[in-house]
């Protein structure tokens, strides 16, 4: 797969800045009705805590380094 390419179905491109960093924001998933919804998130900020008290968990970095091209 290209590196510009989207991933295949049902998985979908995380839309960010270009400056985007784990440093800076968090991947976060929760599982809906047998599939998982995504969302990024400003790291340590109101809204992230928010997620995390329902039930959101962060992805780990090295779980999305697996998915590279």
Request: aromatic share 10%.
């Amino acid at each position: 797969m290209a590196a510009d390419a989207d991933p295949p179905a049902p998985w979908f491109r995380i839309k960010a800045t270009d400056d985007a960093t784990t440093l800076w924001y968090a991947v976060m998933r929760r599982q809906e009705k047998g599939i998982f919804i995504g969302t990024l998130t400003l790291r340590h900020g109101d809204h992230h805590a928010l997620l995390l008290e329902r039930g959101w968990e962060e992805v780990d970095v090295d779980e999305m380094r697996q998915w590279q091209p």
